[in-house]
């Protein structure tokens, strides 16, 4: 196995600074140069041995150790990698420029020392490099190519993507090229169809029925300062349905399996990217809150109740806190995450709920989410919905990758008890934004939700209660996103038959424009599902709406009488007659008669429904 070794030495919770200067770091993403800026707060050293060091420029080292993969399989044989050792080095804060680089050359000079590369800051995340790059063969008769170029720089093979077999990682240890310059020598041959560095991501951020009554996202009653009906409108969907079995899975830290409020509830195949194994770990509580968001038990007497309380949850877990709780660091590899998403939609994911997002845009995690969209749910695709991303009060409120990387992804904001696009005024009190701009899809509660959780007895937001634990106001983007993934459940319930862009288009045509008193609303370029506004997209979830929507349409012949139509229904005959009939403002009806159409007094038509009728 190959051993690969972090130094951390210091964890800052607020931005770290960033050394002015000029640089040309850069790596290609869709063939744009994506510029990185030079984080001047550590350095990342790359060996191919262990670095034994006293104390120098005041740094005071702890090392921490991870397993990679080591083994590549390919042609038919088993190729060892040799042990390397990535190291990060903490530099003391407010340094010059001429400093940082007498530190960057004492390193250069250690025996063993192959790279020493900067760390960076791409979209505000902290990224370092890992001493290894992804390419993509545009077919797999360029592997020949492949390894020819690896050979030309001393670089080596170590694995191909079980779930994308065109994608490679190879190791830049012991070659000539450090990382960021090897990924953008491979992309300019253009010999390949992509080629990145692997970075260390951290802190991708996870946006911080006994409760039923504080459950103001389901129902809300005004309490604490909120407005009525300012929710999803979820009861009445429960009418049609709870979504028995649909299976969502969550790509997360890990669900609690055993939880009162979820565990009969929990789907036969769960994943862990970093172990590459079934769940035998939960890395934290923020996994367990989204899975009580979707899919706690309804009516068990204990607890919350779930957006869709009959569905199936898919735990596929990605973070790997065993390595670095101690500093509150959460790093992540691009192959990681993609891994998680192709496990998912490969393992029968109806919907994929990704409650987390930023640090380097990479083709790798493109693919997978372009190939759950297109191949899961035998080619129908699996819905996928992502968190838009939170933004500190002064921060950057523009929606976080991967959100913002397909339009085909549902992007989802959060929204305050008030109807407000959660920011640091709305009615809440709490101090942080929810991100928007031009990729915002759709809006849902995201402040104040009670849900399942861990016990945690740091957190005063969470209780014990009836043998389980429960986050009693958990909040972000992280927790606005689970709710369009319960309800996307829900609609795929009453029709397993409709394709992602149906079930996208049905929740955002059916959203509700609320609080018009704040945003304009209107026709925009590329957004075809009615009015749109850039902080709030098409408007607050209605779940109701959404599943009425979703209902096949119905084909009737002959002379029909309806006592309620609600949905797409397409009615044909000689003479049809319509009385005692109530068609909601999501409808669509349909009538083609030979004869006569006969419409009643006592139909009730809510604005907003679409009536057609046409007679021969």
């Keep these: 196995m190959k051993n690969t070794i972090i130094i951390f030495l210091m964890f800052f919770l607020v931005v770290p600074p960033v050394m002015s200067q000029d640089n040309d770091y850069f790596y290609y993403y869709n063939g744009q140069k994506n510029y990185l800026q030079i984080d001047s707060t550590s350095v990342m050293v790359l060996s191919n041995d262990s670095i034994t060091m006293s104390k120098r420029h005041g740094l005071s080292l702890k090392w921490m150790t991870r397993n990679d993969l080591s083994e590549f399989s390919g042609n038919d044989r088993q190729r060892s990698i040799s042990t390397s050792t990535v190291s990060l080095f903490n530099i003391p804060q407010n340094i010059s420029k001429d ?87 491979f992309h300019e041959t253009k010999y390949f169809e992509h080629a990145e560095p692997a970075f260390y991501m951290y802190n991708i951020s996870q946006s911080n029925d006994t409760f039923y009554e504080d459950q103001w996202n389901l129902k809300n009653r005004g309490l604490d300062g909120g407005i009525s009906n300012i929710d999803i409108n979820i009861e009445s969907a429960w009418n049609i ?47 367990t809150a989204c899975a009580g968001i979707i899919g706690a038990i309804q009516n068990n007497g204990v607890g919350v109740s779930g957006v869709a309380p009959e569905c199936k949850l898919m735990s596929i877990s990605f973070c790997n806190v065993s390595i670095l709780a101690a500093y509150g660091i959460y790093v992540n590899e691009a192959s990681m995450l993609a891994n998680a998403i192709n496990v998912a939609w490969n393992c029968d994911a109806d919907v994929i709920s990704n409650s987390w997002g930023g640090g380097a845009e990479s083709s790798f995690i493109d693919n997978a989410i372009s190939a759950a969209l297109t191949q899961g749910r035998g080619g129908l695709g699996s819905v ?97 996103c689970p709710h369009v993934a319960g309800v996307a459940a829900l609609m795929l319930k009453v029709n397993p038959e409709l394709t992602v862009k149906e079930v996208n288009d049905l929740i955002e045509s059916t959203a509700n424009k609320v609080r018009a008193d704040l945003y304009s609303y209107s026709i925009s370029p590329n957004r075809t599902n009615g009015t749109w506004h850039n902080e709030v997209g098409y408007g607050l979830l209605d779940a109701a709406s959404a599943v009425r929507a979703a209902r096949p349409l119905m084909t009737i012949s002959d002379s029909v009488k309806f006592s309620s139509v609600i949905g797409r229904v397409e009615v044909t005959g000689v003479d049809v007659l319509l009385e005692n009939v109530e068609i909601k403002k999501s409808a669509e009806v349909t009538i083609n008669a030979e004869n006569s159409i006969t419409l009643r007094p006592s139909i009730k038509i809510e604005k907003g429904a679409i009536v057609k009728a046409t007679t021969n």
């Excluded at 050359?105 to 979209?123: A, D, M």
């Excluded at 995201?446 to 007895?457: H, K, M, Q, R």
């Design 99 to 185: 400093d940082y680089n007498i530190i960057v050359e004492e390193f250069k000079k250690i025996k063993g020392v192959t790279h020493v590369l900067p760390s960076f800051r791409r979209n505000g995340c902290r990224i370092d490099a890992t001493g290894s790059i992804y390419v993509k063969l545009f077919s797999e008769d360029d592997v020949k190519l492949l390894e020819q170029m690896a050979n030309d720089y001393e670089m080596s093979i170590v694995e191909k993507n079980r779930y994308m077999p065109l994608w490679y990682t190879l190791s830049c240890v012991n070659s000539s090229l450090d990382p960021i310059a090897a990924a953008n020598l």
């Design 241 to 287: 349905t709870k979504g028995g079995n649909v299976v969502v899975a969550l790509i997360d830290n890990g669900i609690d399996m055993e939880h009162p409020d979820l565990e009969d509830n929990i789907y036969d195949v769960s994943f862990d990217a970093v172990t590459e194994r079934p769940q035998s770990v939960v890395w934290g509580g923020h996994g």
């Design 384 to 480: 996928v919905v992502f968190s838009a991303g939170n933004a500190e009060p002064n921060g950057n409120t523009r929606v976080k990758y991967p959100a913002n990387s397909n339009p085909d992804i549902l992007c989802v904001g959060a929204l305050s008890p008030c109807g407000e696009r959660k920011n640091p005024n709305s009615c809440d009190g709490e101090q942080w934004h929810s991100c928007f701009g031009s990729e915002l899809d759709i809006m849902a509660p995201g402040v104040l939700i009670p849900t399942t959780y861990i016990n945690d007895s740091g957190n005063s937001s969470v209780v014990h209660s009836e043998g389980g634990y429960y986050h009693t106001a958990f909040n972000g983007t992280s927790a606005a």
